[in-house]
């Protein structure tokens, strides 16, 4: 955790307590089939997978900046890609793989997601970086699409900690369904009425 | 393709075309890293996964079956199961299996994912098999979160037809894409303006 982190207000006592219920999240855990073994196995990765954080953002801000449709997203007024709204949104990325592997899934845990959920959607993309942008969402189909590419570059930077597959293999499915849950959270904003 | 499966319409020459674009397409498939490689990979698991379809569909109704928020999706008026509507769904869920694996990325393709996403939604859910239903819709979390669970228990199928597992990886991959790419497109009703 980083408490200087630009934006970063996973610990902020003045979060607003999300509306998903510990209902809701049973439910979720369930269809992505998420058990106590996957928290473990997270907690694991993490020890791998926190030392490699800026070159895993490496391989993704890539990944975003070849692709014209995905660094638009990052546009500033004249629709040239925002250096300082990089720079924040790397940071809080970054912070992000360590929560995703080590954050209990809690009141405080739903509570971030949903901000991270805003933060992609018209109602507050770009305010947290004050960033006025060309882009005043991210859009939902590329936010589900994404879960293939966050999900598969994971697993050399897992196999360069571990050397058994099998091991590998578990660290890597317990990472999809974390990261298959979290859009799922984040698609909330996007359709309330049938979320 | 099995033109007596009820409700199937694929091949319906009045099926709507697609307001998704060749562009747009083009965007969802850098964004879940597609290449010819993974539509060749895909025809290579229709020969292993085709011949299992009823096995595989065993897998995935026995865990909408063990799971009540999602069976609920299969509710007739009285909030229980329908048998019927369960069974036309299946129908149409092995099609989408040799669908998923054998059919071209075009504009056919593209509008009966249109038909598949409108019969998730509010838009159209239950007409289709003229069921009088307490589920109004598929909630998108749901939707979304079922990535894994499709995707998963696919390996197991791949392996019953293919030694290698270089050559299983690259079919399970390639499912992983398709299967992703799919949700995202049945996203679209969900989130018209901001899709």
Redesign the interface.
Known sequence: MNSALSGYTYDDPALAASGVTRG?LA??H????WSDADAAALRRAADILVPQTEAILDVWYGFVGA?P??VATFAGADGAPDAAYLADVRGRFGQWIADLCTRDHDARWLAYQDEIAVRH??TKKNRTDGVDSTSA?V????L??????I??TIRDFLTNGESDPAAVDTMY?AW??AV??S???W??P??PT??
């Open positions: 809701d439910a979720l369930a269809s992505v089939l692709n449709h995905l959607h018209t969402y859009p939902l189909r590329h589900i699409a994404l879960i293939v590419p999900t598969v499915h999809m369904k298959t849950l859009v799922a959270l698609a909330r996007y359709s049938t979320w």
